[in-house]
């Protein structure tokens, strides 16, 4: 399976993931198409944002392929779940 068909079937998943499973996702997706968080922290006040960033910011400096590898290897261990 490649990232682009994980990264699909992820988004439509049955059922909706844990908050952190989420978050595990939302990170490697974006260091996997984006690379390292260069953006700014969110405030204190904004708990989601700042979760998101979080998420993103603990992949920094992992490759784009290597997050790739990883968002998919994610992607298998929870299908079964919420496929």
Not at 59 to 74: E, F, N, P, R
């Amino acid at each position: 399976m490649d990232f682009n068909t994980a990264a699909e079937k992820a988004k439509n998943f049955t059922k909706t993931p844990t908050n952190d499973e989420f978050l595990e996702f939302y990170g490697l997706y974006k260091q996997a198409t984006v690379g390292d968080n260069n953006t700014a922290e969110p405030g204190a006040l904004d708990l989601k944002g700042k979760a998101k960033w979080s998420a993103w910011t603990k992949h920094k400096g992992l490759s784009q392929d290597a997050a790739k590898a990883a968002y998919i290897a994610t992607y298998e261990k929870y299908a079964p779940k919420y496929a």
